[in-house]
């Protein structure tokens, strides 16, 4: 498990994600051409508005781990 600082909205904030986590997000990132506080910023806007709706609340470790399964489960789709 490694913690890392990332800053969203300008704001410093720590998360801590295991190292296959981290390599996947990082290259989730370079696909789309964005940094990796860019698409981090973008999981934990999403991850607030869907608490907002009632949604349920979900860390943003979790909701990074969850977005990462998420964008495997769409590339195997893809494949198949």
């Known amino acids: 498990m490694r913690k890392r600082s990332v800053t969203i909205d ?3 904030t720590s998360v801590s994600l295991e190292d ?3 390599s996947e997000l990082t290259a ?3 696909a ?3 940094s ?3 698409v981090i ?4 806007h999403a991850r607030a508005a869907a608490e907002r709706e009632g949604g349920g609340s979900t860390n943003l470790s979790s909701a990074l781990r969850l977005h990462v399964l998420e964008a495997l489960k769409q ?3 893809e494949a198949s």
């Open 20 to 22: 296959a986590f981290w």
């Open 75 to 77: 590339r195997r789709n």
């Open 10 to 12: 300008g704001h410093r």
């Open 36 to 38: 990796l506080n860019a």
């Open 28 to 30: 989730l990132a370079h």
């Open 32 to 34: 789309r051409g964005l």
């Open 41 to 44: 910023t973008e999981i934990d």
